[in-house]
């Protein structure tokens, strides 16, 4: 079994970056204990953080025949980015969006997601804990958990 986690633009600041709404925990530290957690469940993880829109879709087209899931924060390309809805869809691998913060509780602009109705399903709101969540979803869905 072989997993995808996708971060996207200014999760790299993750603990320096407005710690009131999305804590002090570094990227790397999530990234660290999420790999562990997949491990122990027979799951590898591969892990890639983008501020480019295009490198994230060329990161999408590489999954493709590799991995048979993906867990993406897209952070603002979430909101705004048919060009990474167009290329999950394109590789048809089951993805799990994820957000650290509860987006329906924010601006209204953060309400409106371009890739969750196609997603397995949706993480918000549990800071750190979101990703092992959507971990866990995804591992569900593909019959692993
Ligand atoms: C985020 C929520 C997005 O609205 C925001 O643009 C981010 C982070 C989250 O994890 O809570 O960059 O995806």
């Known amino acids: 079994m072989h997993l995808l986690l996708l971060n996207g ?19 790397a530290s999530i990234e660290e204990r999420l790999r562990q957690e997949a491990k122990a469940e027979g799951a590898e993880l591969d892990c890639f953080q983008s501020n480019f829109e295009g490198a994230l879709v060329e990161r999408i087209h590489q999954a493709m025949g590799l991995s ?9 390309y979430t909101h705004t980015s048919i060009a990474l809805r167009d290329a999950l869809l ?30 397995v399903g949706v993480v918000s ?13 995804l591992l569900h869905h ?4």
């Open 68 to 76: 048979q899931g993906i867990l993406i924060n897209a952070g603002a």
């Open 9 to 27: 633009p200014n999760l790299n600041l993750l603990g320096q970056r407005e710690p009131g709404i999305y804590g002090n925990g570094t990227l």
């Open 90 to 119: 394109g590789v048809a691998i089951p993805f799990v969006e994820l957000h650290l913060s509860n987006t329906h509780a924010r601006e209204n602009f953060r309400h409106r997601s371009l890739l969750a109705d196609r997603a």
């Open 125 to 137: 709101g549990f800071g750190p804990m979101s990703y092992s969540l959507a971990l866990q979803g």
């Open 142 to 145: 593909l019959g692993q958990f």
